[in-house]
């Protein structure tokens, strides 16, 4: 028994805190008994010396030192505070009625509004709560099928998992040692993509079954110009000017310029533009934008320009994605005040919201550090590169078992377990392979979104079923989720055979031709046929000032 358990013993300390989680225990604390209780079995048989928790207190205070996770904090409260200040309930609404003479506009607006509090908030709770507060009510009134309405604002509240600044891939950078500021360039344009492939999916069904994605009708539109118009015209002007002053910002800049630090330049312009117009029009009462075109650019410029700040300069080099955190942070308590909508009640309950979830990530951490300890110690990480490693298939096989077994572990588990538990054990062997770690970290993030939309465990699922009426059903719900699973599923098979979508934006090391490097000596005259040492002139003292001595 003594001898299979010492032969055993990385595959028993894995089962057994894959029983633990499964029985619903803590997770911080399943990890960390399991680390210590399967500790001082090796210790007792000989496996482990008695010296392994010695090195505990340092794996601990390494989280609290880890200043990469103080980004968490600062993002969580910037989102708190952009939700609670109203800022979703504006976007929805004037987006709604931008989309909403369109078949499936409302449909559209929540993946619109989705995808902009994904990048201004990064939680899923108050992307998902909010649209459902909001949009569900409104779209079921106006004829939206129930199963398309729940999966649509569903779906739209867990991009908040993959586009950029989500906490997600600042956990997923962390734990696969690589820079936050590279992971959300990569994980950009997969974002992007998926967003479209909601909207894709929403024109499609406007085509096969139109009845379940109604336009909005006249006297549901509150946007209306004194000649009856709806005044999209002034808004169309509006952003062609917008683009036409980012391009020619744009041919302004050196060629040498990195195209990403282009885009973010030409982008930040492109959007201030049209909001000194909007504030010129207004300020001196000039008439020349309608109603629409000055709401639209009121509401959707200030968190635009908020993330822009956030992620521009974090992908400009300017700050690190800690700094770029404590701007955004900042600038949400500034938006909640120009707003009028800051006051003692609703920052308490952003810091309150912000300090359970920051401690519920560290305490998960400190649990995954102390299991590591005895993993790593009686050589776990070996036994699951052998095991992956020797998979049929290479590279293309390693990838297949991988997504299933986050796939099926994501029902059980949330993000924040799988990249604390999981990732650092695939980590080594991708890198082992040859795979890089950025695309492998966006890869993963793509498919643990999935997580927030499995039926029947799915956290967005339960998030909307707490605020969804009770003309919606559970199982409505849940059959509304399963196609964006899919078009999910869709996604990590385009990120795996177009690995370019995350790679584009990356930096790549110049490779050195050892042919080319020229090594200068010093002028020095020495005989290499002597004996003696080579001797290098003397420097001069330099004299010292009058009145010191030498």
């Not at 110049?510 to 490097?517: F, G, L, R």
Request: charged share 15%.
């Amino acid at each position: 028994m003594t001898e299979f358990l010492i032969a055993n013993m990385a595959p028993i300390i894995f089962a057994s805190m894959i029983v633990f989680l499964l029985l619903g225990f803590p997770v911080a604390f399943a990890l960390a008994a399991n680390g210590v209780v399967f500790g001082l079995i090796g210790i007792e048989l000989g496996l482990l010396g008695p010296q392994l928790f010695q090195a505990l207190p340092d794996r601990i205070y390494g989280v609290m030192a880890n200043e990469t996770l103080l980004a968490v904090p600062f993002f969580t409260f910037m989102g708190l505070i952009l939700e609670r200040s109203g800022m979703a309930e504006d976007l929805l609404d004037t987006i709604g009625q931008l989309f909403g003479p369109v078949r499936g506009g409302l449909a559209y607006a929540v993946i619109f509004v989705g995808a902009l509090l994904a990048a201004t908030t990064g939680v899923v709770a108050a992307s998902v709560i909010s649209m459902g507060l909001i949009s569900l009510p409104i779209m079921l009134r106006y004829g939206y099928d129930k199963r398309l309405a729940s999966g649509v604002i569903a779906a739209s509240g867990t991009l908040a998992q993959i586009i950029p600044p989500s906490l997600v891939l600042i956990v997923m950078a962390d734990q696969l040692g690589k820079s936050v500021g590279d992971m959300y360039k990569g994980a950009f344009i997969p974002g992007l993509v998926l967003t479209g492939l909601y909207v894709l999916y929403v024109i499609l069904l406007s085509f096969i079954r139109p009845k379940w994605v109604p336009a909005l009708p006249p006297e549901a539109r509150i946007f209306r110009e004194a000649n009856g118009k709806t005044g999209g015209t002034s808004l169309l002007i509006l952003a062609a000017i917008s683009v036409a002053a980012g391009i020619a910002f744009g041919k302004t800049r050196p060629d040498e310029m990195p195209l990403d630090e282009v885009i973010v330049l030409c982008t930040m312009v492109g959007i201030a533009v049209p909001f000194v117009i909007a504030l010129i029009n207004r300020g001196c009462k000039l008439g020349l934008l309608s109603a629409m075109a000055e709401k639209v650019t009121f509401v959707l410029i200030p968190p635009l320009g908020l993330i822009f700040l956030v992620l521009g300069t974090i992908f400009l080099g300017i700050a690190t994605p800690t700094e770029g955190g404590a701007m955004g942070a900042t600038g949400a308590l500034l938006m909640a005040v120009v707003r009028r909508r800051l006051d003692g009640k609703l920052l308490r309950q952003a810091m309150e919201s912000t300090a359970k979830l920051t401690t519920f990530v560290v305490f998960i951490l400190i649990g995954a550090r102390v299991f590591s300890l005895t993993f790593y110690g009686v050589d776990g990480h070996l036994w699951v590169e052998h095991l992956l490693v020797g998979l049929p298939g290479g590279q293309y096989g390693f990838l297949i078992v991988v997504n299933l077994l986050v796939f099926v572990l994501a029902f059980f588990l949330d993000y924040f377990e799988l990249s604390f538990i999981v990732v650092p054990l695939l980590g080594p062997v991708a890198e082992k392979l040859g795979i890089d770690l950025i695309w492998f970290g966006v890869l993963l993030g793509v498919n643990m979104q999935t997580s927030f939309l499995h039926p029947p465990f799915g956290f967005a699922l339960f998030f909307l079923r707490s605020v969804a009426p009770a003309s919606v059903k559970t199982s409505d719900i849940y059959w509304g989720a399963i196609p964006f699973v899919c078009i999910q599923i869709l996604m990590v098979m385009l990120v795996i055979l177009f690995p370019q979508m995350v790679t584009v934006g990356m930096d790549k090391a110049q490779a050195v031709d050892i042919n080319s490097v020229e090594i200068v000596l010093p002028d020095t005259h020495y005989d290499d046929t002597s004996s003696e040492p080579p001797t290098f002139p003397e420097e001069e003292p330099e004299a010292a000032p009058e009145g010191e001595e030498k």
